[in-house]
């Protein structure tokens, strides 16, 4: 470990502003002051423009050496302060201090992770906005990893949002005016020759999982460009607080191929290259080159493919899958978690899987990745291929899907799309549920309110009218909050509180004001969201040894997810178990997951393992899982895996 590239940032200082949100993003907003000192930085920052970058050419990098790991074990004083890896903050034992000559480097007190948790809370409390909140959890991680993940793990429910979906959005959509410190490998194709050397400068050795983007569909935020990065970072925290993968064994990257978002290419704080996205065959090719360097330098990692646009998404998941450790988590994880929801949510609908329609407005990558995941189901049920397709309506911004609507129809839409509408086209979401009389509708179109009352209550009157006691499935599922397709309040009161819902965002519970003496209802919202697929799917993929992620992998991780929940949570109505069960769930999910790798014959784990684990059943395996995962604890010896 190169301590001086994880040294902590003394300049994160962050004062809580008195002035409230936006609806939109939570930036705070400036005073005059700040103003003055605003424009003098766009100025400077403009000038640096034409400067240009550290490396503006295309040829190869040489270094003199490669990086040199410093041993935890060799670390003493501000060595091991200053790495967040190894810094255990207050919770230094005094013999630790003597053995790394600490003493009088930190005030005298000694405390448990617990209370450093508590001091943690109490000042993220006293942050006003989300983003805020973020930053001084960030700060916390670039100074003690355990403390953060400890935070993390045991405040999921709260602290879920900020690294995560919502918030992350707004940082993503600001990552470059945030920036303080380096966290991820920045990868641009002006620097394409030199890409293994860059994997090998990576400050911690031999990664496990990588999530990567190229910031082109970041959430339903658009092309991001660099900025997308925050994607990556923030899915990998959740590897660790969600699965127990060990936080030096994650790796995000992004990959710089330009933008086209104008309002980056304007910004003047702008990181990434300021230039239009190049070609696609040139992004390709730049791909191809990434992922030959990932499987030479890190031959073991799973690689995550994450918010590429739904060309790319689709288009490398078929180039990349049969020979490397690669999935990707918008189409498969997406479409894992949906299934699993969906799993639970026809049990609560009363309306039989057989008679189920489905509505889906947005036929990107998740829209037709979580269809898909859908029809494998039903085909394993029983169906055909063809019966099963028949089930499904998809909807994009020109209306329903067909296969003769006089547009150039992309690659991926091809397969849902209709022939039996006898040559009518449906334009509005309205007409294609008055057509189609569904019993669901998902929602993966970014776009806010886009189920507006009358859809809404449209989708409750087809599914009413099949019977009493029926209840209608409502999935708006695009992220952040800003993109979702509608609110939980508006799916309660639209349906008279019949509907089984999940969003793509946490929404908070929802208190039904009933008046009389039927008492207030609150209603639970679902969180479908593939946090709980890909920690667990990429866990199994790791623990196995797989060399390729199967369809049978994805599959299995929503079958285990949907029967993860406990008494407590079936017995509430709820499809997915509660958030702070999350790491439970990722563990069966894991554990499923190994099994199905070992069932397609991609494990290369010693077969003596896989015999054992048949003889002693899930317990061991289970336990087997257990043993590996990160776990801080107070005063725990082993901080790392160096
Ligand atoms: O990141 C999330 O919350 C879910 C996801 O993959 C996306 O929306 O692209
Ligand atoms: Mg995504």
């Known amino acids: 470990m190169a301590s001086s ?16 949100p936006s609806p939109l993003t939570d930036f705070n907003p400036m005073s005059s002051v700040d103003v003055l000192a605003i424009e003098e ?61 600490l003493t009088g480097l930190l005030p005298h007190a000694m405390e448990s992770l617990e209370t450093q948790c508590a001091r943690a809370m109490k000042m993220i409390h006293s942050r006003q906005t ?99 990065v925050g994607i990556s970072i923030g899915k990998l925290a959740l590897y660790t607080a969600a699965a127990g993968i060990h936080p030096a064994k994650t790796l995000p990257i992004v990959l710089d191929t330009g933008t ?72 498969q994880g997406t479409g894992a978690v949906v299934l699993a929801g969906y799993i639970n949510a026809v049990n609560l609908s009363s309306v039989p899987l057989e008679e189920q329609r489905l509505v889906f407005m947005g036929a990107g990558s998740a829209g037709v990745g979580v269809a898909k995941q859908l029809v494998e189901y039903y085909t394993r049920r029983g169906l055909t291929e063809a019966e099963a397709r028949d089930k499904f309506f998809l909807v994009d911004t020109k209306g329903l899907v067909t296969m003769d609507r006089g547009d150039k129809l992309a690659e991926h839409k091809k397969y849902f799309a209709r022939v039996d509408n006898a040559g009518h086209q449906f334009r509005t979401l309205e007409e294609v549920i008055e057509y189609v009389k569904p019993s669901a509708l998902v929602g993966l179109a970014a776009t806010f309110g886009i189920f507006t009352e009358s859809v809404i209550r449209a989708l409750k009157a087809s599914v009413d009218a099949g019977g009493l006691g029926r209840r209608p499935i409502l999935f708006p599922l695009s992220n952040p909050l800003t993109k979702a397709e509608c609110t939980f309040e508006q799916a309660v009161q639209w349906t008279d509180g019949s509907v089984v819902f999940a969003s793509g965002s946490p929404f908070n519970s929802f208190t039904l004001k009933v008046g ?43 079958a285990a997810l949907a029967g993860s929940l406990n008494a407590e949570e079936v017995h509430q109505g709820l499809i997915y178990p509660k958030i702070d069960r999350v790491r439970d769930a990722s563990i069966i999910v894991a554990r499923e997951v190994m099994k199905a790798a070992r069932r397609d014959g991609v494990s290369e784990l010693p077969e003596s393992l ?33």
């Open 5 to 20: 590239a994880r040294s902590a940032d003394s300049s994160d200082v962050f004062t809580p502003r008195s002035t409230s």
């Open 41 to 101: 930085a766009m100025k400077l920052a403009s000038l640096d423009q034409h400067r240009g970058y550290a490396q503006d050419h295309y040829t190869e990098v040489k270094q003199d050496h490669d990086t040199e790991y410093l041993k935890e074990s060799e670390a003493s004083a501000y060595q091991v302060l200053r790495e967040p890896l190894w810094n255990k903050g207050l919770s230094f034992t005094p013999e630790q201090r003597v053995a790394k000559n």
């Open 130 to 228: 989300g983003i805020d909140k973020y930053l001084y959890l960030s700060s916390v991680k670039a100074q003690n990893v355990d403390l953060f993940y400890r935070l993390l793990m045991d405040n999921i429910r709260d602290l879920m949002p900020l690294v995560y979906t919502p918030t992350i959005g707004d940082v993503c959509l600001q990552y470059s005016t945030l920036y303080t410190r380096p966290e991820a490998l920045y990868i641009s194709i002006k620097q394409r020759k030199s890409i293994r050397t860059m994997l090998r400068n990576w400050p911690c050795p031999n990664p496990e999982i990588c999530v990567v983007t190229d910031g082109s569909r970041i959430l339903g935020l658009g092309d991001l460009g660099i900025n997308g």
């Open 260 to 331: 086209n978002n104008e309002t980056n290419l304007k910004d003047p704080f702008y990181l990434g290259l300021r230039q239009k996205r190049v070609s696609y065959a040139e992004q390709q090719a730049f791909m191809d080159e990434f992922m030959e360097a990932v499987k030479e330098v890190y031959p073991n990692m799973v690689i995550q493919f994450e918010d590429f646009d739904s060309e790319k998404a689709f288009n490398y998941l078929d180039r990349y899958r049969n020979n490397y450790r690669a999935f990707n988590d918008d189409v």
């Open 516 to 558: 009389g003496d039927a008492g207030d209802i609150t209603y639970h919202p679902n969180q479908g969201n593939n946090v709980y697929v890909f920690p667990g799917l990429g866990l199994g993929a790791i623990l196995s040894k797989a060399t390729r992620v199967t369809d049978d992998m994805v599959y299995t991780s929503a």
């Open 610 to 642: 896989w015999i054992e684990w048949e003889e002693w059943g899930d317990v061991a395996l289970t336990n087997y899982i257990k043993q590996r995962v990160y776990n801080p604890t107070s005063f725990s010896e082993a901080k790392g895996r160096l």
